[in-house]
């Protein structure tokens, strides 16, 4: 099972130059089963509402809906808490990361950096390199060039 970090959904769904399209074509081309948790589905929705892009929040929640879902119980939090102690990272960083381990997906798919070191083999930066070396779209802006959580 395959882990879909926030900015993996941004890039599926909202770039479409050469970023979107590696994404899409990666997410197609899997046997493996993606999944996703609720916390995913919350930073994807949060700029549609605040632009009131019912469309786009539509086709996150439709995206979300397909997605095998990973719950987030307490056990997940203690072991982001440890996670973000021990390695820095941020708050929703450790979360997916501390999800897609005690679901014991075989991968996180992300372009984070950090989050692939800290994870030590689980999360693959699958867009890395191209990010940054590619020029900024609209989607690169929004998950912030190399980072998961960039402006919203």
């Not at 099972?1 to 979107?20: R, V």
């Not at 549609?48 to 809906?65: H, K, Q, S, T, W």
């Not at 997605?67 to 119980?73: A, E, K, Y």
């Not at 390695?87 to 005690?102: I, V």
Request: proline letters at 3%; a neutral charge.
């Amino acid at each position: 099972m395959i882990y879909l970090d926030t900015c993996i959904l941004i890039y599926a769904l909202e770039d479409g130059g050469g970023l979107g399209e590696r994404t899409r074509a990666a997410m197609r081309g899997v046997d493996d089963r993606l999944a996703a948790s609720p916390l995913v589905l919350h930073e994807c929705l949060v700029r549609p509402i605040r632009d009131g892009d019912n469309e786009l929040r539509a086709r996150f929640v439709e995206v979300y809906n397909r997605l095998v879902r990973i719950q987030m119980d307490e056990s997940v939090f203690v072991l982001a808490a440890e996670l973000r102690a021990r390695h820095g990272l941020k708050a929703p960083d450790s979360l997916h990361l501390a999800a897609a381990q005690l679901a014991r997906c075989d991968q996180l798919w992300t372009n984070d950096e950090r989050l692939a070191t800290a994870s030590r083999g689980l999360a693959v930066d699958m867009i890395g390199e191209a990010v940054r070396t590619a020029p900024a779209d609209a989607a690169t802006r929004r998950t912030g060039a190399g980072r998961i959580h960039g402006p919203r």
